[in-house]
């Protein structure tokens, strides 16, 4: 194992970048190999594909019918103190003083014009004690500011991430407890438990809009043994057929899921209502940033889901409606369940006197081709979101 690292460009082939200042997965070395093909999040490498050329299909299929392991970037910023609470309602659109312990919820933050700043789940581990799961970018400085004249300590408690994920997930999750795991683990619920003959934080939640779990290891005072986490979920997961994948094959899922990346999807200039995310502002709690701009600024959704039968949506192609461009696509990808194209689209403005939902746009390819589409709301697959509030049954 070396300090460098390959990322694939697909217009310049294999780049070779020393990785000492990236966050080194304590697993990469039981999957890596010269062919690894890495992807940087909230500044972590995290196993993109396992080959240049690698085929996601079958691993996404196995994702939607079994249950996978996956190696995950996703980082949580730990707020604690008698102020913890009172700092996240200041920060968060979203309610914080009614999450009770052993509970996730969705939570955004905005700037003082009320654009998206970041969007992340939180959930709360104890009294005065929670974990700020963050989407790519920096955040740990502006929660600390904001910290400032208030009892609360912001901290990287510098924890890696495993999902497991798949219909047969919580059986995994089952059989790595030993059993009696109740089925009132609910979707968005988290609690302590001993996985492997080890004590962790353990949510109902993921990054596949299918039943899933995250594991979130230790750093400290108790460390984890990564390598006995590791094997012995595997030798759980093996009845069920579990193996590990690469991102590549969750990448297609969480776009058929509905599920937004800050940043690229929701862009560094929409507010949670341009986002499609207005039921997570909720204007009449305590006052928070972006409040002020978020009760007086235009309400409309600008970004919204993309179906293209003949073109498969990649990020930058533009959008034409009435052979004006009025868009372009974010992110994009061909769905093996619907078996055509998707992505979201994010368009230029609100449409005059009607809504964008519904209305057939065309989709300009790289040669300029124009292909009929249709905008469609989120998510594209499971639209009651059904799957990932799957009920355990034991047997």
């Known amino acids: 194992m ?164 798949g219909p047969k997930s919580l059986a995994v999750l089952d059989a790595a407890i030993g059993g009696g795991l109740s089925a009132d683990f609910k979707y968005f619920h988290a609690g302590f438990f001993e996985v492997c003959g080890q004590t962790l934080w353990v949510s109902r939640t993921g990054w596949t809009g299918e039943t899933g779990i995250e594991i979130y290891c230790n750093s400290g005072p108790e460390p984890t043994d990564h390598d006995a986490l590791w094997d012995g979920l595997l030798a759980c997961g093996e009845p069920f057929g579990m193996e590990f994948s690469a991102g590549s094959s969750m990448g297609i899922r969480r776009i058929e899921s509905g599920i937004l990346d800050n940043g690229s999807d929701i862009e560094p200039d929409l507010t949670p209502f341009g986002a499609g995310l207005g039921q997570f502002v909720k204007l009449d709690k305590t006052d928070f940033i972006g409040r002020s701009a978020l009760e007086v600024t235009d309400r409309s959704q600008l970004l919204f889901g993309l179906l293209c039968a003949t073109a498969t949506p990649q990020a930058g192609m533009q959008v034409y409606y009435q052979n004006r461009p009025v868009g372009h696509m974010t992110i994009g990808t061909w769905s093996p369940t619907l078996d055509t194209g998707i992505g979201y689209v994010r368009f230029d403005r609100p449409l005059k006197g009607d809504d964008w939902l519904g209305k057939t746009v065309h989709l300009h390819d790289r040669d300029g081709i124009p292909h009929p589409a249709v905008v469609d709301t989120l998510p594209f697959v499971d639209k009651g979101k059904r799957l990932p509030r799957a009920v355990w049954k034991d047997g």
């Open 2 to 165: 070396t300090g460098d690292r390959h990322f694939y460009i697909e217009s310049f082939g294999t780049v070779r970048l020393a990785s000492f200042r990236l966050g080194h997965s304590p697993f990469a070395h039981r999957y890596m190999t010269d062919q690894t093909v890495y992807g940087m999040y909230c500044g972590r490498l995290y196993p993109l594909k396992m080959t240049s050329d690698e085929d996601p299909i079958p691993k996404y299929w196995k994702l939607r019918q079994d249950v996978m392991l996956y190696d995950v970037p996703e980082q949580p910023l730990e707020i604690i103190g008698p102020d913890a609470g009172r700092l996240l309602e200041r920060v968060l659109t979203c309610r914080v003083d009614s999450l009770p312990t052993g509970r996730a919820r969705y939570g955004v933050a905005c700037n003082a014009d009320g654009t998206v700043l970041m969007d992340g789940v939180l959930m709360r581990l104890g009294q005065d004690r929670y974990w700020y799961v963050k989407a790519n970018g920096e955040f740990l400085t502006w929660l600390q500011a904001n910290a400032l004249g208030l009892d609360a300590k912001v901290s990287d408690p510098n924890s890696r991430v495993l999902q497991i994920q």
